[in-house]
């Protein structure tokens, strides 16, 4: 069974600093590996998608890379700014599935002036 | 487009009132998902739909949950009797059949008393 784990939990940063959030699955088999944003009282943004044939994605500040046969994917902020302040998930589609959606639990950051 | 449109924003009643939550997925899309969200689990997947059609209801916690998808622009989740446990966030997402990328809706806060 797909696990997927996120660490940390909760991350605290000064504006301007880059970083890095960790996201971990167990079953290297995946079809994809998704990047959500989710802000406080509201529902998920996607970010970033990377097919399982890619290595890594950029959109703007972002960029996400994929390391399958350690089953490990990381999400780069560059320069980061309080309003990138929200909560970061990932997910993957289990192989049996690939419509489904299995999330981790997330990344709180917290980014201040 | 307006996205993913959720009815109530916001629904507290007593344990064993009947509860429905509506969804309106973005016009086109062929998905439709329900998730529930809670600090305890995460963001959980319940069922989800494919052309109006129930697909993997795997996730319905129990039998007092029943979703339905009438015509492809609308959807609803019906908790029947509620209880306080089911007190959480629930989401509901659509999406094309490409790409993958899921739009969610802003999520109704359910309080069970």
């Known amino acids: 069974k797909q696990e997927v784990t996120q660490i940390p939990a909760a991350l605290s940063v000064p504006e301007g600093e880059n970083l890095v959030l960790n996201c971990s699955f167990t079953d290297s088999a995946i079809y994809n590996l998704q990047w959500f944003r989710q802000d406080p009282g509201k529902g998920l943004t996607s970010l970033l998608l990377i097919q399982s044939s890619q290595r890594e994605q950029t959109s703007g500040r972002l960029n996400a890379s994929l390391d399958k046969s350690s089953g490990r994917s990381t999400l780069y902020i560059a320069a980061s700014q309080p309003g990138d302040s929200a909560t970061y998930l990932c997910?993957?589609?289990?192989?049996?599935?690939?419509?489904?959606?299995?999330f981790g639990t997330g990344t709180r950051l917290q980014v201040f002036p | 487009d307006a996205g993913v449109i959720q009815s109530p924003r916001h629904e507290v009643t007593e344990m064993g009132q009947e509860v429905t939550l509506r969804c309106k997925p973005i016009s086109g899309h062929d998905y439709l998902f329900w998730y529930r969200q809670t600090m305890m689990r995460g963001l959980e997947l319940l069922i989800y739909f494919n052309n109006n059609v129930p697909i993997d209801d795997s996730g319905m916690p129990e039998d007092r949950f029943s979703a339905k998808m009438p015509n492809a622009s609308f959807s609803t989740l019906k908790i029947q009797p509620s209880e306080p446990r089911d007190s959480a966030v629930y989401f509901c997402?659509?999406?094309?059949?490409?790409?993958?990328?899921?739009?969610f809706g802003p999520g109704t806060r359910l309080t069970v008393l």
């Open positions: 997910a993957v589609p289990p192989l049996y599935n690939t419509d489904k959606l299995i």
């Open positions: 997402a659509s999406r094309p059949s490409h790409p993958d990328t899921q739009y």
